[in-house]
């Protein structure tokens, strides 16, 4: 049972352009959103979060954008570059405090091609 | 500061044999956490703990074994290697506090290939 999804397994976008990389979930528990950027043979870098009480949140380039009723966030990096190139994963995170700092549930991963 | 370190990098292993797998951190953080990769299945979380002393079972724990005896150290031990284990493994290492996020720093992983 898949409670994060990435259905986009791969997206390919021109330099400059804006990239959204989507992401679902099931369970009404988690309240606590984050992406990461995976380069290959290197360890998932933290890239922005949001909390269930914002519905947006910016940093730079990316912002992230949370539906709670849909259960649905998506990423979106304005513009692009080539350098953005990699894997992004989004992770959910189940309640505050107690064991959840220590668990996060994956999505399986878009991976995002940025053309010159 | 080396934040989260993992070693090897690489490892092959034969079916049965067993191994640790290490992690260490720097970042004074309680909680710490191991996950594998799988191509199409994202990260799963194996083990992870709370604290030196305090370790739980994640989504896939089968297979693996895990202490916590400092709050640096947090290694994952195979007892009898599988092919079903050869994953890519991520350490991972985070800090609560009432300004923190939950986000989590990995390690650079370690690429495990058992024949």
């Known amino acids: 049972d898949q409670q994060v999804k990435q259905n986009s397994p791969s997206l390919s976008v021109q330099e400059g352009r804006i990239s959204i990389l989507n992401c679902d979930y099931t369970n009404s528990m988690f309240d606590y959103f984050l992406w990461y950027k995976k380069y290959p043979a290197e360890g998932p870098t933290f890239l922005i979060s949001i909390s269930s009480i914002k519905d947006k949140n910016e940093d730079g380039r990316f912002t992230v954008f949370l539906n709670k009723s849909a259960k649905h966030l998506s990423l979106h990096i304005v513009p692009s570059q080539p350098g953005d190139s990699a894997v992004y994963f989004c992770a959910a995170s189940a309640g505050a405090g107690g064991t959840s700092y220590g668990k996060l549930t994956f999505g399986q991963g878009t991976i995002l091609t940025v053309h010159p | 500061n080396a934040g989260v370190t993992q070693t090897p990098k690489f490892q092959v292993l034969k079916t049965g044999q067993s191994m640790t797998l290490q992690c260490a951190q720097d970042?004074?953080?309680?909680?710490m956490s191991w996950y594998r990769q799988d191509p199409g299945m994202g990260l799963r979380l194996i083990h992870y703990?709370?604290?030196?002393?305090?370790?739980d079972q994640g989504e896939v724990p089968n297979g693996y074994n895990v202490s916590r005896s400092t709050t640096e150290d947090f290694p994952l031990r195979l007892l009898s290697a599988a092919p079903s284990q050869t994953s890519v493994y991520f350490c991972?290492?985070?800090?609560?506090?009432?300004?923190?996020?939950?986000?989590?720093?990995f390690g650079p992983g370690t690429r495990l290939t058992v024949t």
């Open positions: 703990s709370v604290g030196a002393g305090i370790t």
């Open positions: 970042m004074n953080h309680e909680y």
């Open positions: 991972a290492s985070s800090s609560n506090g009432w300004d923190r996020g939950r986000e989590q720093y």
